[in-house]
C-alpha cells in the first residue's frame, strides 16, 4: 500500500501572498495525484488531478506540478476563502489513498 | 446537474448494522461508478470501496472487508453501502463519491453531503 505524506502540516500565509503545500508518496504514481480542498461541515472539494489538471470550475491560483512520488500545490494570490485543509490523493494503486492534509490558515 | 444526495445522520449502538444511502441525478447512473469514503472527526479521508453500477461489481478495502456492503438499485438510481458489527471507531462522516468521466473510478469530482454515522451506546 502507498503510504502518502504532506507537508506543512500548517502554514499560514497572508492574503495575496503565495501558499506551497507538499505532497510526497512513498512510491511512483506516475501523474496519478489529486488535490481536494476540505472546509469544515463540507466534503472534499476536487481541485486538480492527473497531477496538473484543474477541474471544472476552479480558478487558475490554484495549480498543479509533479510527478512520480513528489507534487507541489501552489496558491497564487492567496484569498480569505482559500482558509481550508488540503488534501492529496493517490489513484495510480490500489487501494486509493489520501495525504494527512495541510492545515492553510489567512493571517 | 449531478447530484448524490445522502440519507440522514444515523445513532447505533455498538454491534449493530448501519445502511447509508445515496441518491443519484442529473446522469446515465449506470455509467459511473460510485465510491465511498468514510472520514472520522480531525482525520483524513478514507477509501471504503466502490461499486460498478452498471454491473453491480464490487471492490473494498481490506480495512473494512467483511464487515462493508455496497449494492445498487438501478430501478430508484441509488446506492447503499452497509457497515456491519459497528464499534465506536465508525463514528464519522461517511460519503459517496463520483468521478468526473464515464467508466473512471478516481478521482472525485461529485460528492455526496455526507452522513454522520455515530457509534454510542
Known amino acids: 500500500e502507498i503510504v502518502m505524506t504532506q507537508s506543512p502540516a500548517t502554514l499560514s500565509v497572508s492574503p495575496g501572498e503565495r501558499a506551497t503545500l507538499s505532497c510526497r508518496a512513498s512510491?511512483?504514481?506516475?501523474?496519478?495525484l489529486a488535490w481536494y480542498q476540505q472546509k469544515p461541515g463540507q466534503a472534499p472539494r476536487l481541485l486538480i488531478y492527473?497531477?496538473?489538471t484543474r477541474a471544472t470550475g476552479i480558478p487558475t491560483r490554484f495549480s498543479g506540478s509533479g510527478s512520480d512520488t513528489e507534487f507541489t500545490l501552489t496558491i497564487s494570490g492567496l484569498q480569505s476563502e482559500d482558509s481550508a485543509v488540503y488534501y492529496c490523493q493517490q489513484y495510480n494503486n490500489w487501494p486509493p489513498g489520501f495525504g494527512p492534509g495541510t492545515k492553510v490558515e489567512i493571517k | 446537474q449531478v447530484q448524490l444526495m445522502q440519507s440522514g445522520a444515523e445513532v447505533k449502538k455498538p454491534g449493530a448494522s448501519v445502511k447509508v444511502s445515496c441518491r443519484a441525478s442529473g446522469y446515465i447512473f449506470t455509467d459511473y461508478p460510485i465510491s465511498w469514503v468514510r472520514q472520522a472527526p480531525g482525520q483524513r479521508p478514507e477509501w471504503m470501496g466502490w461499486i460498478n453500477v452498471g454491473d453491480g461489481q464490487t471492490k473494498y478495502s481490506q480495512t473494512f472487508q467483511g464487515r462493508v456492503t455496497i449494492t445498487r438499485d438501478t430501478s430508484a438510481n441509488v446506492v447503499h453501502m452497509q457497515l456491519s458489527s459497528l464499534t465506536s471507531e465508525d463514528t464519522a462522516l461517511y460519503f459517496c463519491?463520483?468521478?468526473?468521466?464515464?467508466?473512471?473510478?478516481?478521482?472525485?469530482?461529485?460528492w455526496g453531503q455526507g452522513t454522520l454515522v455515530t457509534v454510542s451506546s
Open positions: 512510491q511512483s504514481v506516475r501523474s496519478n
Open positions: 492527473i497531477s496538473s
Open positions: 463519491a463520483r468521478a468526473p468521466y464515464s467508466g473512471s473510478y478516481l478521482p472525485y469530482h461529485y
